[in-house]
């Protein structure tokens, strides 16, 4: 065969150029066609895959089991309320005062062995478990005033009434219900054990096995509400394992809770619905409303200058109105503590006037302070006057275990008081505390706190002059100690150090020993608030370990029950019995690639839900000819090409892990997870 003619040089270089030219051209368009093919397309979410929550603590999905805050979620996956659930609501619910509801169960349910679901599985849950507190939970006793009963005249309507009328009662609701058919025949051993392995559910997530015993996994490829097949719970047993797991090049953890980083995630700050709260005892000498307020509002303004990123969230709410700048907290406190020198002017200056020969006690304002001039009197007498009658009424002074002399006339709305004065007598030189109990309307209660200062037998007393420093008691744990460092950071900054001492107790009985004996001026502890059921519940209560403000006004508690917030907050904000120092805040983190297209705030208890019920970890690109054949369209593309990022979408494969998958084959799930 004849040799090819030889292209002279420089049709060599034009060739090879011309190639480069095409190939490259070729490329680009390549590229741009896919951009704008990728552009056109719509990213259309498809069912499937698994999202997985790392744990480093044990979590139980059985109800009424283990902490309720971390646990409920997980427990209502298997076991749903009334309302709420991946399956929606089980029953009909109708209100019209947020007072008392009728229950209506929803036709055709039933639990997975095949049994119906009844009204009775309702009573069995909501009466038995809950209000009877049939397993003795603690978090359950403040559900003990709901009343339950089955209408007379309709019995497929179950009746519950709520001593307080609120909207915050519709969470009751959310509460797990359980098969009684199986329940009533075990004990609670059995319970924990027996009914762990086989669960009886109602809904349309179930439990599966799986070989890794560290997983609990629920399938939940029925339920309509998630785009997802699988929720499993991975459990860690150290942040350092954790850790090796969040670092790797693709890590199948989507979710988790803690301090631990990775470049891989994002932080997502939830609103606890517990609060950093300071209880005043307003039993103590050294504290009043104002200095309350004060101390309050001296925290409240120069603790948010600060930055507490995934600790602290600044409460905003009801209750912290009233409150200054505290620019008066020195004098305020040295004023009132200790009065060494009980002079009178100063005394006058810090409002406190002297004591009349009758006055009437006001239901709403409780504590009354009052100085009694210089006598040589071995008794003294004052008359009160209250707005009902009061039964069986009795005073103590705090310097003195002898009953106060008490006689009561007018129907018993007057009563007149004598006590007696001199060394160990009921009323010495200095500060005096009356406390005046009695019976109102067939319920037992304080009257009145009465401070009182006695001049003494001379205008002046000499002694130390040092400040009795005022007492701040809390518990070793990460928060309270977090915040404890920022306010003493922030009183030395301002000077005020002085007047506090911080008493930490690392063992939680001590602390409670504490409290019962009044030893503190203000707790530094949490306490949970949905609403004002939640603020009455502890003012109301007697036990300290509950209300250690041991401040407890029947005119507030009234307000309280008819849901008055303003009237409520009035007078909350007058006495000023706790202040919030702020809503705790708990870091949970997202792999960046999952997407959460969700803008609200997230809580502790909504947070799982709402990424259950938003994610997609499977999707394809839905591409449509008339939309690639769109002017409108092509220049749209090019007016934004230059902004175009690809955009990940996450392959089922990603998730794959031999020991987290699950297995339908395998008969034995582990326990180890149950609390």
């Given at each position: 065969?004849?040799?090819?003619?030889?292209?002279?040089?420089?049709?060599?270089?034009?060739?090879?150029?011309?190639?480069?030219?095409?190939?490259?051209?070729?490329?680009?368009?390549?590229?741009?066609?896919?951009?704008?093919?990728?552009?056109?397309?719509i990213?259309e979410?498809?069912?499937?895959?698994?999202?997985?929550?790392?744990i480093?603590?044990?979590?139980?999905?059985?109800p009424?089991?283990?902490?309720?805050?971390?646990?409920?979620?997980?427990?209502?996956?298997?076991f749903?309320?009334?309302?709420?659930?991946?399956?929606?609501?089980?029953?009909?619910?109708?209100?019209?005062?947020?007072?008392?509801?009728?229950?209506?169960?929803?036709?055709?349910?039933?639990?997975?062995?095949?049994t119906?679901?009844?009204?009775?599985?309702?009573?069995?849950?909501?009466?038995?478990?809950?209000?009877?507190?049939?397993?003795?939970?603690?978090?359950?006793?403040?559900?003990?005033?709901?009343?339950?009963?089955?209408?007379?005249?309709?019995?497929?309507?179950?009746?519950?009434?709520?001593?307080?009328?609120?909207?915050?009662?519709?969470?009751?609701?959310?509460?797990?219900?359980?098969?009684?058919?199986?329940?009533?025949?075990?004990?609670l051993?059995?319970?924990?054990?027996?009914?762990?392995?086989?669960?009886?559910?109602?809904?349309?997530?179930?439990?599966?096995?799986?070989?890794?015993?560290?997983?609990i996994?629920?399938?939940?490829?029925?339920?309509?509400?998630?785009?997802?097949?699988?929720?499993?719970?991975?459990?860690?047993?150290?942040?350092?394992?954790?850790?090796?797991?969040?670092?790797?090049?693709?890590?199948?953890?989507?979710?988790?809770?803690?301090?631990?980083?990775?470049?891989?995630?994002?932080?997502?700050e939830?609103?606890?619905?517990?609060?950093?709260?300071?209880?005043?005892?307003?039993?103590?000498?050294?504290?009043?409303?104002?200095?309350?307020?004060?101390?309050?509002?001296?925290?409240?303004?120069?603790?948010?200058?600060?930055?507490?990123?995934?600790?602290?969230?600044?409460?905003?709410?009801?209750?912290?109105?009233?409150?200054?700048?505290g620019?008066?907290?020195?004098?305020?406190?040295?004023?009132?503590?200790?009065?060494?020198?009980?002079?009178?002017?100063?005394?006058?200056?810090?409002?406190?006037?002297?004591?009349?020969?009758?006055?009437?006690?006001?239901?709403?304002?409780?504590?009354?302070?009052?100085?009694?001039?210089?006598?040589?009197?071995?008794?003294?007498?004052?008359?009160?006057?209250?707005p009902?009658?009061?039964?069986?009424?009795?005073?103590?002074?705090?310097?003195?275990?002898?009953?106060?002399?008490?006689?009561?006339?007018?129907?018993?709305?007057?009563?007149?008081?004598?006590?007696?004065?001199?060394?160990?007598?009921?009323?010495?030189?200095g500060?005096?505390?009356?406390?005046?109990?009695?019976?109102?309307?067939?319920?037992?209660?304080?009257?009145?706190?009465?401070d009182?200062?006695?001049?003494?037998?001379?205008?002046?007393?000499?002694?130390?002059?040092?400040?009795?420093?005022?007492?701040?008691?809390?518990?070793?744990?990460?928060?309270?100690?977090?915040?404890?460092?920022?306010?003493?950071?922030?009183?030395?900054?301002?000077n005020?150090?002085?007047?506090?001492?911080?008493?930490?107790?690392?063992?939680?009985?001590?602390?409670?020993?504490?409290?019962?004996?009044?030893?503190?001026?203000?707790?530094?502890?949490?306490?949970?608030?949905?609403?004002l059921?939640?603020?009455?519940?502890?003012?109301s209560?007697?036990?300290?370990?509950?209300?250690?403000?041991?401040?407890?006004?029947?005119?507030?508690?009234?307000?309280?029950?008819?849901?008055n917030?303003?009237?409520?907050?009035?007078?909350?904000?007058?006495?000023?019995?706790?202040?919030?120092?702020?809503?705790?805040?708990?870091?949970?983190r997202?792999?960046?690639?999952?997407?959460?297209?969700?803008?609200?705030?997230?809580?502790?208890?909504?947070?799982?839900?709402?990424?259950?019920?938003n994610?997609?970890?499977?999707?394809?690109?839905?591409?449509?000819?008339?939309?690639?054949?769109?002017?409108e369209?092509?220049?749209?593309?090019?007016?934004?090409?230059?902004?175009?990022?690809s955009?990940?979408?996450?392959?089922?494969?990603?998730?794959?892990?031999?020991?987290?998958?699950?297995?339908?084959?395998?008969?034995?799930?582990?326990?180890?997870?149950?609390?």
């Open positions: 065969m004849a040799n090819l003619p030889r292209l002279p040089r420089w049709n060599k270089i034009f060739f090879v150029i011309l190639s480069i030219f095409l190939l490259t051209r070729g490329i680009v368009s390549a590229i741009f066609g896919y951009k704008y093919i990728t552009f056109s397309s990213k979410v498809n069912k499937g895959g698994t999202f997985v929550e790392a480093t603590d044990p979590i139980s999905y059985l009424y089991r283990g902490d309720p805050e971390k646990n409920q979620f997980y427990q209502t996956l298997l749903p309320g009334c309302e709420g659930g991946l399956s929606g609501a089980l029953c009909d619910i109708q209100t019209q005062d947020n007072k008392v509801y009728r229950v209506r169960i929803l036709p055709d349910l039933e639990w997975s062995d095949g119906p679901f009844t009204l009775d599985d309702v009573i069995f849950s909501y009466q038995d478990i809950i209000v009877s507190n049939f397993w003795d939970q603690p978090y359950l006793s403040k559900y003990q005033d709901i009343v339950l009963s089955v209408s007379e005249d309709e019995p497929d309507v179950l009746l519950i009434t709520f001593p307080t009328a609120t909207v915050e009662n519709r969470t009751f609701f959310r509460f797990p219900i359980i098969p009684l058919h199986i329940i009533q025949e075990y004990t051993a059995q319970y924990v054990t027996d009914f762990a392995l086989n669960p009886v559910t109602v809904g349309c997530t179930t439990l599966q096995h799986s070989k890794d015993e560290d997983s996994i629920f399938n939940v490829s029925s339920c309509p509400q998630t785009n997802i097949n699988y929720y499993q719970i991975k459990s860690f047993n150290s942040l350092e394992d954790l850790q090796k797991s969040i670092t790797k090049r693709k890590p199948i953890v989507g979710f988790y809770y803690g301090n631990t980083e990775s470049d891989s995630y994002r932080l997502l939830i609103k606890d619905n517990n609060y950093m709260s300071m209880f005043f005892n307003t039993k103590s000498t050294k504290l009043t409303p104002r200095i309350q307020r004060s101390i309050g509002g001296f925290i409240n303004y120069h603790l948010w200058q600060r930055e507490h990123t995934g600790y602290l969230g600044k409460y905003e709410g009801l209750f912290n109105n009233y409150l200054t700048t620019s008066n907290l020195i004098s305020y406190i040295e004023e009132k503590n200790p009065y060494l020198t009980y002079d009178k002017s100063l005394l006058e200056q810090g409002g406190v006037k002297s004591l009349p020969n009758i006055f009437t006690i006001d239901w709403a304002k409780r504590k009354y302070a009052f100085y009694l001039n210089s006598t040589t009197a071995q008794e003294y007498s004052f008359t009160i006057e209250t009902d009658p009061v039964n069986n009424i009795k005073g103590v002074s705090n310097k003195s275990v002898r009953n106060l002399d008490i006689k009561s006339e007018n129907e018993n709305k007057k009563h007149t008081i004598t006590f007696t004065i001199g060394a160990d007598q009921q009323v010495q030189e500060l005096n505390t009356f406390t005046l109990n009695g019976t109102v309307l067939g319920k037992s209660q304080e009257i009145a706190s009465i009182l200062y006695f001049l003494g037998r001379t205008s002046t007393q000499t002694g130390d002059n040092s400040i009795n420093k005022i007492k701040i008691i809390t518990l070793d744990n990460k928060i309270s100690n977090y915040i404890r460092v920022q306010l003493q950071d922030i009183f030395e900054d301002n005020v150090q002085h007047l506090f001492e911080f008493v930490v107790y690392n063992n939680q009985e001590k602390f409670l020993e504490a409290i019962n004996i009044k030893d503190y001026d203000i707790v530094l502890t949490s306490m949970q608030i949905n609403g059921n939640d603020i009455y519940r502890i003012l209560s007697n036990n300290l370990q509950i209300n250690p403000s041991a401040y407890i006004n029947p005119v507030l508690n009234q307000f309280l029950l008819d849901n917030r303003e009237q409520s907050r009035n007078i909350i904000g007058a006495d000023m019995p706790f202040f919030v120092v702020g809503q705790l805040m708990k870091p949970y997202l792999r960046n690639d999952i997407e959460l297209p969700y803008t609200g705030d997230y809580t502790e208890s909504s947070l799982r839900d709402i990424i259950l019920k994610i997609s970890l499977v999707s394809h690109n839905n591409i449509k000819a008339s939309t690639l054949l769109n002017k369209n092509f220049l749209n593309f090019l007016a934004t090409q230059k902004d175009i990022t955009q990940q979408v996450i392959d089922n494969d990603q998730f794959e892990d031999v020991a987290s998958l699950p297995d339908e084959t395998e008969e034995v799930l582990s326990t180890r997870q149950i609390e």
